[in-house]
């Protein structure tokens, strides 16, 4: 037994290593890799590449420190990608190559949640658990989402598999830790996480008391107080230096740029955002059309084999779930990405009941290896992440930041020493972007001061920018790579910076990308004879 328990885990480590090289293989091949990097990916590049300088002033102190002072959007994301470049020699792909450790830690969970099956039969859920297109997202996609919905999933799930009456204490402190990672991965999901979790915990919790009232509330009180404190402690931590930018955040997303980010559709239409065929396939693959299946078959087995504690924990579980589904759908901001809150709980409630099902039918290992990899070959396909050389949108994206990025780097590479940095101004998001430049600039440790004003309504405000801009981006308007569906106010405002600039005398005009449609990207170069406008201080 030990044995095949050896060669279970050792099969498991080969394949997601397997996984792993397919999977990074075809971004390199014809993904996301074959493109220039862009949001949001990119703007967790280059928080990366930015710590990657406090790491060599300063050593593990000095990254640590940089915490405190440049509030991280995703703290795991930035230690990831920071080792990416560390040992990648500041390459785009190596932050990409080091999201190989998702795969580590999800099948990691799932052979947790799985903890009462033979080794083999773990191994075959997994295996079919893989095949979900989630999984490949885990490694074409450098955002915190898709982790994200995961690590929430199976907090969910592991706290309603854990007896929170007898648990033991080191148990229920590494649970709270998952659960603090889980929050943390994304902060500013941090309000709909907690909601999630914390409605996991007070159901379990609720069915621990209910379930044995001789024991009375307190043995549960006690170890839930543990857990929650321990997912609480680094939270906290993170927020004493970090609080503002979450703020921030939320807010203008939630409540100031409200009107750029809303979704525009039906009642029914936000409804079924979530749960309709092209968005719920699009990371939950075969999930979307076995998981009300699985979970009625975990229910009529549990019903069956008189499991009625197991029952309970199970259908508290999957009201969680709605809970994870009802969150995002009220939302007025709606993305597929959003959706991993949702769709990683799914995922992980059906690998939960699989698992229940093959343990209460006591089916074979050889069966239940048998059938996941069936589930794998049928379902699963290297191809993975939403962008690639096959989008012609991104292509010409790949084009429009190619043909601006060496009169800016140039333009950067002439600043004498001491003399303030190059300030660029972008006035649209797409199909040249802020961020890409800055990604490609930081690899060359040239450091530009960058001005955004996507969302800026007021005409004022761009002249203001102008003033102070060396090099000014504009795009007409209509132009292929421009955001379709959000609603950024700057894109009504092309026309008038363009023909403001083209008869300034200040500013040299370039043409310097062409779409398929004829529409241009302008640079717009300060000559030396007409120095800028210094920002307010």
Known sequence: MQGQSRA?????????ALFFAVSFSYIIRAGRLTLVPIYDDVSYLNDAISRLTYFDAGGILGFLKSFTFMPAHSPVLAVIGTLGFLFGAEQYAAPYAFNGVWLVVMALLAWRTLDSLPDWSRVGIIVAMFAAPMFGFLISEFRPDIGWGLLVGFSVVLTASADL?????????????????????????????????????VLQ????????????????????????????APIILY?????????????????????????????????????????GTILLGWFWYACLPIWAACLVVLAAGRHYALLV??????????????????????????????????????VYALGLIASSL??????????????????????????????????????????????????MQSRAPGQPPVTLFFSVPGPAYDATIDFWARQQRQFGRYLTGYTWTDWAQYLDAIKQSDIVVAADEGTIGQPGNFSFPSVGFQGRIIDTLRNDPAFETKRAFVDPQGRAVWLFIRRASFPQTPPAS
Do not use: Q
């Not at 007898?166 to 996480?193: D, E, F, H, N, Q």
């Not at 740029?257 to 749960?275: E, P, Q």
């Not at 379902?379 to 930041?401: I, S, Y």
């Open 205 to 232: 919790a609720a069915a621990c008391f209910l379930l044995d009232r001789r024991t009375g509330f307190a043995p549960v009180l006690r170890r839930s107080a543990s857990l929650i404190a321990t997912a609480l």
């Open 8 to 16: 279970a885990r050792l099969f498991l480590a080969a394949f997601c």
């Open 165 to 201: 009456t007898g648990m033991r204490y080191p148990a229920a402190i590494r649970l709270g830790l998952l659960i603090g990672l889980a929050i943390l991965t994304k902060p500013s999901g941090m309000p709909v996480a907690i909601v999630v979790i914390g409605s996991g915990i």
């Open 362 to 411: 006591k089916l074979s290992p050889k069966i239940v290896l048998a059938i996941g990899a069936a589930i794998f070959v049928v379902a699963w396909t290297p191809k993975t992440g939403n962008l690639g050389r096959d989008n012609p949108t991104m292509v010409v994206v790949n084009k429009a930041n190619e043909a601006i990025f060496p009169t800016i780097i140039e333009k």
């Open 313 to 350: 924990r199970f259908c508290l579980l999957l009201l969680t779930v709605f809970v994870a589904y009802a969150l995002p759908t009220a939302s007025v901001m709606k993305t597929f990405h959003l959706g991993s809150i949702f769709y990683g709980p799914v995922i992980a409630a059906s």
């Open 239 to 279: 927020l004493c230096f970090s609080w503002e930018h979450v703020w921030e955040y939320v807010y203008a997303a939630l409540v100031t740029d409200k009107d750029v980010w809303t979704t525009r559709a039906s009642l029914w239409g936000h409804i079924s955002f979530y749960l309709n065929h092209f968005n």
